[in-house]
């Protein structure tokens, strides 16, 4: 699907009829997924409706719906109940309270909800207590939902395998790629236990209450059993490391099971995000994604010359 679908006739194929005012449809948050749509009912209730964009998307959808069904009422947040599902469309009633951040589509950079320059304690307090809990949950449990799980070793052959192949794409610069190699080779980085991450924790998906407490999780399409540092990482990415230390504490004390370079691996995950973008780009086929691998991996081998970080 290449353009917008009509939401209006959309959503009274699947049952929903909408509010005859056009104002109360509005196109937003549109993505490389899906196109998607807040609307108001002739009842008067807000929904969010989201169109995948391709076959690929639509499998997802099933695993996250497969998710959403196995945590839902098992974390101290809201999360997405989709109300309606098919191929076609996605439905569910919009989450409580607002994102954390919204990304400009412009500019691409957040524009911030909370408070930068003192982040306050509900909030992080809240987003560390309700990982704690999604990362408790029983790993056979979500085995036996369908969630994939990956042993700690598997999770870093995995690492090791995108590291191949986005190099097989475009070379990666000299650095970069010490770097990489260093980290999938020290033990030191990497846990010898895996739990139930979402794997997208990032402030446009943290919803939050007038007292910034976290009180929704929207996006769950990456959701597995794996490294419990990957959920921190886009986190970093916003925030900065002392604020990703300061979550970890918070975390640990919450309940969170911890060790020593926990903050190293996250922001390790951050470096490496090209071998994720590879890995999608490599999924979909798109052309505009497999050439632009090349530009990501040479924007982050600039950004770690810049930075002095070393690992």
């Known amino acids: 699907m290449t353009s917008a679908p009509d939401f209006r006739q959309l959503a009274a194929a699947h049952g929903i009829e909408l509010d005859k005012d056009a104002s109360m449809l509005r196109i937003t948050g549109s993505d490389a997924e899906y196109f998607a749509a807040t609307a108001r009912d002739a009842s008067g209730a807000y929904w969010m409706l989201k169109a995948p964009r391709r076959g690929d998307v639509q499998a997802r959808a099933r695993h996250e719906k497969r998710v959403l069904d196995h945590v839902r009422g098992k974390v101290p947040v809201v999360i997405p109940d989709w109300q309606t599902h098919t191929d076609k469309l996605i439905a569910y009633r919009v989450l409580p309270g607002i994102p954390a951040a919204e990304i400009d589509p412009l500019m691409g950079e957040l524009i911030w909800r909370l408070p930068q320059a003192n982040v306050p304690a509900t909030f992080a307090d809240s987003l560390a207590g309700a990982m704690a809990k999604l990362h408790a949950l029983d790993i056979g449990a979500a085995a036996g939902a369908g969630i994939p799980v990956m042993t700690p070793e598997q999770a870093r052959a995995r690492v090791r395998q995108r590291m191949d192949e986005c190099n097989t794409l475009t070379p990666v610069p000299e650095q970069l790629w010490s770097l990489w190699q260093k980290w999938v080779d020290v033990d030191a980085f990497w846990p010898d236990m895996v739990a139930l991450v979402n794997g997208d924790i990032y402030h446009p998906r943290l919803f939050v209450d007038a007292d910034y407490r976290l009180v929704a999780i929207e996006d769950w399409s990456d959701a597995e059993v794996g490294d419990i540092a990957s959920d921190f990482t886009l986190y970093f990415a916003a925030a900065g490391r002392d604020a990703l230390e300061d979550l970890i504490a918070r975390y640990e004390r919450a309940g969170g099971r911890t060790w020593g370079r926990m903050a ?19 999924r979909t086929g798109d052309l505009s994604h497999l050439m632009n691998v090349k530009n990501m991996v040479h924007r982050y081998a600039s950004m770690l010359e810049n930075s002095g970080y070393e690992g």
């Open 264 to 282: 190293d691996q996250a922001e390790m995950y951050y470096w490496a995000s090209p071998i994720k973008f590879a890995a999608y780009a490599m």
